[in-house]
Nanobody, 120 residues
């Protein structure tokens, strides 16, 4: 059974930090690209950060560059999002996504989300 389980969300003051984790099971984690998305109330879901293989250059949304860091540990089948210097506009539900696109199929898995609330 495929599972992606996020954790680490919560309430933090502006300027604070949180570390999100997303633990995977039930599929070949190391062969997937991994992404963090977020969705704020009344807004569309947006890509925050993504990483392909360990050691590769990750990509970030402009709004989080220099503040967020994505990393992955294939041995633990976990992807992380370190969030520093948090702002109230970072408040959202954060989702992890595992994606692998082949010639004839696409495997696309999402977690259930974890709430991050940043108070001013």
């Amino acid at each position: 059974q495929v599972r992606l389980v996020e954790s680490g969300g919560g309430l933090v003051q502006s300027g604070g930090s949180l570390r999100l984790s997303c633990a995977a099971s039930g599929f070949g984690f190391s062969t997937y690209g991994l992404n963090w998305y977020r969705q704020a109330p009344g807004k569309e879901r947006e890509l925050v950060a993504g990483i392909t293989s360990p050691g590769s250059s990750p990509n970030y949304a402009d709004s989080v560059k220099g503040r967020f860091t994505i990393s992955r540990d294939n041995a633990k089948k976990t992807v992380y999002l370190q969030m520093n210097s948090l702002l109230p506009e970072d408040t959202a539900v954060y989702y992890c996504r595992a994606l692998r696109a082949g010639l004839n199929r696409v495997d696309d898995y999402w977690g259930q989300g974890t709430q991050v609330t940043v108070s001013s």
